[in-house]
């Protein structure tokens, strides 16, 4: 699938920081997880309401963005330390995201943009 985002809208219009592995794949990844995260919803942002398209992208950019600041491609693919300990102090990666560990990889940012125009819902009341 194409990313949902072009290298001229995250450095002209996100004004994103400068990253340091190559755009192109970031946002490619990037566009992956956020169609993970909304269930496959989206196909693109062309047929979406204009407020929304805007969301969708700045998540998109939040993500790639995400990715390069912690630890790059390289480090999104690899399962790291899951847990360590030091004398009585012990520490589990998973245990800050509900204990799957998945959430370790999502921008906050990029929830948050998605979360404002509802493409994180699941369902139900």
Not at 54 to 62: F, G, L, Q, S, T
Not at 77 to 94: D, Q, R, W
């Amino acid at each position: 699938m194409a990313s949902l985002v072009d290298e001229s809208y995250y450095r002209d219009v996100y004004k994103g920081v400068e990253v340091y592995d190559d755009l192109p794949t970031l946002l490619d990844r990037a566009s992956d997880i956020v169609r993970q995260h909304t269930l496959y919803r989206l196909d693109g942002v062309d047929g979406l309401p204009f407020f929304m398209q805007e969301n969708v992208r700045k998540a998109v950019c939040a993500q790639a963005e995400f990715i390069d600041q912690n630890g790059g491609l390289e480090a999104l693919n690899s399962a790291g330390t899951a847990s360590f300990s030091i004398g009585k102090f012990s520490m589990s990666a998973g245990s800050a995201g509900g204990g799957s560990g998945r959430s370790l990889a999502a921008s906050p940012l990029m929830l948050s943009y998605l979360e404002a125009v509802g493409l994180l819902y699941r369902g139900g009341v």
